[in-house]
């Protein structure tokens, strides 16, 4: 029988009250799960080198080495004192996007991010081509496939705010983070740390709260294309970068 979240005994061994809609798995399970995605479908690769494809993704590579990495946001859906924010995330489900965050290898992050604009079939790591898309996303995140994604992005910023902070503030003028009601400034540290990362600008507070209200309405969104633009954008944000380095260094070269 599938054990369901609600069915997790938690710290003082009471169980929760609300029905999930997305079946438990161990994190050992998940393993093997995302290993049959990439059965049959990771395909060797020669060339240039088996860690990158060419000397472009090399120099952003390196690029790379000069930067951290923001570590991923999880709750303990054990912790009773979260079962408000969990089932928020539950409801759509999200779930396993804030569970089983284990360490991770800087090094083959980096070559992900460096390779993956240069192959349309996926991401070349360590000799093989690993596929990379939305559908993929959601298969390893076991987030829902959705037909119509609502638009997160076309959401009326003051309708958001107003929803966020109980009424407190209507609108991004005068407000704060300090303003958001005691849930949403978890599932904000969620967002920031797991959905939408990147660095506290107005213009990321902004789609955050835009898109948190999404959530919290449970609206449909493709959590896949939500990751796979992100890494599309900034992919090429390293590449134009890498472009502009070589085209300076072949300049002073010249002269």
């Not at 809609?21 to 060339?47: A, N, W, Y």
């Amino acid at each position: 029988r599938i054990r369901r979240f609600n069915e997790i005994d938690n710290a003082h061994g009471e169980h929760y009250q609300f029905r999930s809609r997305v079946p438990f798995k161990s994190f050992d399970d998940r393993i093997q799960e995302s290993r049959l995605i990439f059965s049959g479908t990771v395909s060797p690769i020669g060339g240039y080198s088996r860690r990158h494809p060419n000397h472009e993704a090399t120099t952003v590579y390196c690029s790379l080495c000069l930067r951290g990495f923001v570590v991923q946001g999880s709750l303990d859906p054990r912790n009773r004192g979260l079962e408000d924010v969990f089932r928020v995330i539950d409801d759509i489900g999200w779930s396993y996007t804030v569970l089983h965050v284990n360490p991770f290898c800087p090094r083959v992050v980096r070559e992900f991010i460096s390779n993956i604009a240069f192959n349309e079939d996926g991401a070349l790591i360590r000799g093989f081509v690993y596929r990379f898309s939305p559908s993929v996303i959601n298969q390893l995140m076991m987030t829902p496939t959705v037909e119509h994604s609502f638009q997160w992005k076309d959401v009326v910023l003051n309708q958001a705010i107003t929803h966020l902070t109980g009424g407190q503030c209507a609108g991004w003028t005068g407000f704060n983070l300090n303003a958001l009601l005691d849930p949403f400034q978890i599932l904000y540290r969620v967002c920031e740390r797991s959905w939408l990362p990147g660095p506290d600008s107005n213009l990321m507070m902004r789609k955050r709260l835009r898109l948190m209200y999404a959530v919290t309405k449970r609206k449909q969104i493709d959590f896949g294309q939500l990751v796979y633009e992100q890494v599309i954008d900034m992919t090429r944000c390293f590449k134009k970068k890498s472009l502009c380095y070589q085209e300076m260094k072949i300049l002073s070269e010249k002269v």
